[in-house]
């Protein structure tokens, strides 16, 4: 069985991460959360021989989406969000694109359920819903590779804010005991923005969640 591989673009004016997954010698990938500059990121995979078989959202923040529309049109690949994300996706006031002066509605072309197990190009995925930082934030457990993609759930020894529209506090610290902090220890956790991380680490050292 092929490795899977994981990639990284660190894009915008928040310094988001765009993260590539793709098998060891493939030419299909799947990009997660483009937070701007939907072009380039096309042109960069392009120039590396990838083509993008799926776009994923962990959230529908404005900038974890600004490059969606644009990939998607160049690419023709389809977009998956959690379904409880639906509504912040399409209103740009919820989404915050509205007050950062861009404003921007999206809508995935399939919208996932907690639990379900995801595959596409032959990359399968577990999605988890971690409602917090927004009622519908998701994370991406790649078990064939050891890890997740978890968005702005969490950060290395922290954790997203919850003061925009649908985030609460209580809820996101009850997300990453029970969804995070249940997976091996050796699992490597890829966070929206910043450095990696371990399960381990965190349970250890995140002093926004106790266990």
Not at 42 to 66: C, M, N, P, Q, S
Not at 112 to 135: F, N, S, Y
Not at 172 to 184: A, C, N, Q
Request: a negative charge.
């Amino acid at each position: 069985m092929a490795k899977l591989l994981i990639g990284r673009m660190v894009l915008g004016v928040y310094g988001t991460n765009c993260y590539l997954v793709y098998k060891e010698g493939g030419s299909e990938a799947l990009v997660v959360d483009p937070p701007d500059r939907g072009e380039q990121i096309y042109r960069t995979l392009t120039e590396k021989g990838f083509t993008v078989a799926g776009i994923l959202l962990t959230h529908g923040h404005f900038d974890h989406v600004w490059g969606v529309e644009e990939l998607r049109r160049l690419t023709g690949a389809k977009l998956y969000a959690l379904e409880e994300e639906r509504e912040l996706c399409a209103d740009p006031s919820m989404n915050v694109s509205a007050s950062a002066g861009r404003p921007c509605s999206i809508t995935a072309d399939e919208y996932l359920r907690d639990g379900q197990e995801l595959t596409i190009a032959g990359m399968t995925c577990k999605v988890l819903a971690t409602p917090g930082h927004t009622a519908g934030s998701c994370c991406y457990y790649f078990e064939q590779g050891d890890f997740v993609i978890c968005g702005d759930t969490i950060f290395y020894e922290s954790v997203g804010r919850t003061d925009f529209p649908t985030g609460n506090a209580a809820t996101l610290t009850t997300s990453i005991r029970e969804k995070i902090f249940t997976l091996p220890d050796e699992v490597q956790l890829y966070p929206g923005h910043g450095e990696s991380t371990t399960v381990e680490h965190e349970k250890q050292y995140n002093p926004y969640v106790g266990i």
